[in-house]
């Protein structure tokens, strides 16, 4: 949450409504979700770190209803 709009800080997640989160490329990675995963799993195996499962939601809110709930087949964005 940015408390002040005028002051932004090196290293803070901006969440974007409608915009992708992309590589400093200008690529995005996704996942495509496998049955049995969840949320935590996905951030250890492919971000390095399980407590980074909050920010692997929120870069997906929009297409995440309930941070417990993903269905096989559902393509995330990974954040960098």
Avoid: C, E
Avoid at 32 to 52: E, W, Y
Avoid at 65 to 79: N, S, V
């Amino acid at each position: 949450r940015v408390s002040n709009p005028a002051v932004i800080h090196v290293g803070q997640m901006l969440h974007i409504p409608g915009a992708a989160p992309s590589m400093a490329s200008g690529r995005s990675r996704t996942y495509v979700v496998k049955p049995g995963d969840s949320l935590f799993k996905i951030a250890g195996n492919q971000m390095g770190n399980t407590t980074r499962w909050l920010n692997l939601y929120q870069v997906n809110r929009d297409h995440i209803r309930d941070a417990r709930l993903i269905f096989p087949g559902q393509r995330l964005y990974l954040p960098t």
